[in-house]
Nanobody, 122 residues
Framework: EVQLVESGGGLVQPGGSLRLSCAAS????????MSWVRQAPGKGLEWVSA????????YYAESMKGRFTISRDNAKNTLYLQMNSLKSEDTAVYYC???????????????WGKGTLVTVSS
């Protein structure tokens, strides 16, 4: 059974940073690209970033470029999202997602975790 467990969310002031983690199990982590997606209050799901199976290729939604960094540790079956220069509009539930293939693409996910809430507010 695929399990994705996010952690690291919380309340942060505008301009601050947070690092999200996602512990993966139930599948061969190294074989798949991984993604982060988010859902702001009252809005639909928004793709944030994706990383290839070996971490060599990463993609970001335009509004996250230069502020967010996706990474992975295949030895630990863990996905990360470093978020800097956070804005109020980054407030959302952030979900870790397993992709359908090994190559990074937007909106190519087939499993999601339960999410972790990030609130950016002063």
């Amino acid at each position: 059974e695929v399990q994705l467990v996010e952690s690291g969310g919380g309340l942060v002031q505008p301009g601050g940073s947070l690092r999200l983690s996602c512990a993966a199990s139930g599948f061969t982590f190294i074989n798949y690209a991984m993604s982060w997606v988010r859902q702001a209050p009252g809005k639909g799901l928004e793709w944030v970033s994706a990383i290839s199976w070996n971490g060599a290729t990463t993609y970001y939604a335009e509004s996250m470029k230069g502020r967010f960094t996706i990474s992975r540790d295949n030895a630990k079956n863990t996905l990360y999202l470093q978020m800097n220069s956070l804005k109020s509009e980054d407030t959302a539930v952030y979900y870790c997602a397993k992709d359908r293939s090994s190559t990074a693409q937007a909106y190519n996910m087939d499993y999601w975790g339960k999410g972790t809430l990030v609130t950016v507010s002063s």
